[in-house]
């Protein structure tokens, strides 16, 4: 009986186990958990197709801005070539006519103080000195000699 009783325990062990075992297992519940991570999955894929869009959209967006930039360029080169060339004869002009062209302003300096500072001369600039007044030397008559003296 003794092997008879053991057997009959081993199967009650056996079925114990595998009692355990289905319980174990509707606790873990697969499928559950198999529907969670393929929403997660879904989600995460909704977002990259999302920002792939948006990105096409700002490519887009830059290729349009580009092509008026480029048409604005076409459109204002040659005045802008036409009036530097200007600019450049307009030195050598002023410079016969005993004017001082202004002075370029440095890059990356404020225009409006550029300009002002070419408007008014500072001391440190020597600018063309206006006419003066006659001289005082006056030669005295029948003499011969200078007088400077007079003024």
């Given at each position: 009986m003794t092997d008879r009783s053991s057997a009959e325990r081993l199967a009650h062990d056996a079925l114990t186990a595998l009692t355990d075992l289905a319980q174990a297992l509707r606790t873990?519940?697969?499928?559950?958990?198999?529907?969670?991570k393929t929403e997660q999955a879904r989600h995460q894929v909704e977002s990259l197709v999302t920002t792939l869009r948006n990105v096409g959209a700002t490519l887009d967006n830059l290729h349009q801005l580009s092509t008026r930039v480029t048409a604005l360029l076409d459109e204002?080169?040659?005045p802008v070539k036409k009036?530097?060339?200007?600019?450049?004869?307009?030195g050598p002009m002023l410079a016969m006519l005993g004017m001082k062209p202004p002075a370029a302003p440095s890059p990356g300096a404020n225009p409006a103080t550029a300009t002002q500072s070419a408007a008014t001369p500072s001391a440190a600039t020597p600018s063309a000195a206006p006419p003066t007044a006659p001289s005082a030397?006056?030669?005295s008559p029948g003499t011969g000699t200078t007088d400077s003296s007079a003024g």
């Open positions: 873990l519940d697969v499928v559950d958990q198999g529907r969670r204002i080169e040659e009036l530097a060339l200007v600019a450049d004869q307009l030397v006056t030669e």
